[in-house]
């Protein structure tokens, strides 16, 4: 399995000139995954060499703005360069409970309609995730109502006895969501690679003795 990882941004807090704002792509098979998306990773991106539409899933750390401020914009810049197709997969979007809302909320005022679907996968943190004092339960906003853009996403709670979050699982890798502690609730993310069994070739053994 070929990975390459793109760092497009490692700045914090506020913007730079010269630094962009988190945000980093896993390229593996073809597909783009894309890991937090600060204010201007769409402008990073095309200063690359990744293409922006092969991204199919996103993952963000944490609701700070530093972290996920450029996902709606990001989200609209590819829906004004794909074509409708009611056949293509929905990009999945992992992050922290109140991300599904947030997004609906700014697409919704903005009067943007993408077209492609999108399904925002939520994490629930636990108290113990940040300060008592910033904890804030986002699990009620908007439960009632479904985004009109795609199917609803999952809630996701910590595996019994794993203390971390399943998220994708295939033939070759699974990740994984784990709780990080910071003044709001943060998760970190693991990619593991399958064990993949070997084959000996038995005659070129027979034939070395």
Not at 11 to 32: H, N, W
Not at 97 to 119: A, I
């Amino acid at each position: 399995m070929s990975l390459d990882v793109t760092f497009l941004g490692t700045g914090s807090a506020y913007p730079s000139p010269s630094r962009g704002a988190s945000a980093l792509v896993l390229r593996r098979e073809g597909q783009c995954w894309l890991f937090d998306c600060g204010e201007g990773t769409q402008t990073q991106l095309m200063r690359s060499h990744l293409r922006a539409a092969r991204i199919t899933k996103i993952f963000i750390t944490h609701l700070h703005g530093d972290h996920f401020f450029g996902l709606p914009g990001l989200l609209c810049t590819l829906s004004l360069q794909s074509s409708p197709d009611p056949s293509k997969p929905p990009v999945d979007i992992y992050g922290p409970v109140g991300l599904r809302s947030f997004l609906w909320r700014s697409l919704e005022l903005s009067h943007s309609q993408l077209l492609f679907p999108y399904t925002v996968h939520e994490l629930v943190p636990t108290q113990d995730q940040c300060p008592a004092e910033e904890f804030k339960d986002f699990s009620g906003w908007d439960r009632e109502q479904e985004p009109p853009q795609g199917p609803p996403g999952r809630l996701l709670h910590p595996d019994p006895g794993e203390d971390s979050y399943l998220l994708v699982e295939d033939e070759q890798l699974v990740v994984r969501a784990f709780r990080l502690f910071h003044r709001i609730p943060s998760f970190g993310f693991m990619l593991e690679e399958k064990p993949r069994p070997g084959r000996l070739n038995v005659q070129k053994l027979r034939d070395l003795g």
